[in-house]
Every structure is written in structure tokens, then in C-alpha cells.
């Protein structure tokens, strides 16, 4: 193998798609042969950006999509998920380790602190009104990806 693979997942802003995302990336990282530790960081940091964009960006509103967009090149993996939802209005603040704002829902305000120290990179872009993308890479250190 040599080069970028990529793959690009578009699906409603339904709770029950999550679940559909996070496998749907572990597959396609699978070939990378990653350890179960990298591969279940893989899946936590794309369930919690999912969540995210089902949640905050969209507000229930099931109608929204939400991208998820994967690619490989040399052992990084490279996750982007995008809503055009709300957006978020105060990006610092809402980076705060348990900062939420849906208390209501029972949220741990965790989401953005787990996917930073899930991954080796994160950054997130956010227009409010316009909507959030999340950017994350993760190093894969298997055998397969030292031959890419």
C-alpha cells in the first residue's frame, strides 16, 4: 500500500447512527492492523465527536447530517467529523473539562477532553450558526503501518 486512503460517511443526526460511525471507522482502520488499546481509542474519540454533533449541533433536530471523514497515509489515521449545525459560541469555554452545555441531559461536559487524550492530535473549528468540524489524528504503531 502507498498513498492516502480515504473515506468519506454521511448519515442523520440520529443517536442510533453513533454506533454506526464508530464501527464504520474501525473497520476502515482495521487494516492497519491497530491494537485493541488503538483501536478502542479510535472508536471512543469518534463516538464522543458524534455524539457531539448529534447532540449539540443539531439539538434532536434529526434532520442534520453529520460527516465523518477518514483517510490513512503512512500509520496516521486522520478523523474529521463536520455538522452545519449551531456551531459553538464560546470555543474556549466549551474545551473546559466538564463544562456542558446540557446539564440538563446529564452530560459530563468529558466529550472534547476524552478525544484529546484519546488522540495524538485534535482541533476543533466552530461558526456559530454555521456549524463545528472536529479534527483528529492517531498514530497507528502496527507492523502493517511501518510498510505504508
Excluded: C, W
Amino acid at each position: 500500500m502507498s498513498g492516502t486512503n480515504e473515506m468519506t460517511l454521511t448519515f442523520s443526526a440520529r443517536s442510533e447512527n453513533e454506533a454506526f460511525a464508530r464501527v464504520a471507522v474501525a473497520a476502515f482502520v482495521s487494516q492497519l492492523d491497530p491494537t485493541m488499546e488503538e483501536l478502542n481509542d479510535l472508536k471512543t474519540a469518534v463516538s464522543e465527536a458524534v455524539t457531539n454533533a448529534i447532540i449539540h449541533g443539531y439539538d434532536g433536530n434529526e434532520t442534520g447530517k453529520v460527516t465523518v471523514e477518514a483517510s490513512i497515509s503512512g500509520g496516521v489515521v486522520r478523523i474529521v467529523v463536520k455538522d452545519n449545525g449551531d456551531g459553538i459560541e464560546d470555543l474556549e469555554l466549551a474545551r473546559q473539562p466538564l463544562y456542558t452545555s446540557k446539564p440538563e441531559l446529564e452530560r459530563s461536559g468529558m466529550g472534547f477532553t476524552i478525544m484529546e487524550n484519546f488522540m495524538d492530535g485534535f482541533e476543533v473549528y466552530s461558526e456559530p450558526g454555521k456549524g463545528t468540524s472536529i479534527a483528529m489524528t492517531k498514530r497507528i504503531e502496527s507492523k502493517k503501518a511501518l510498510f505504508n
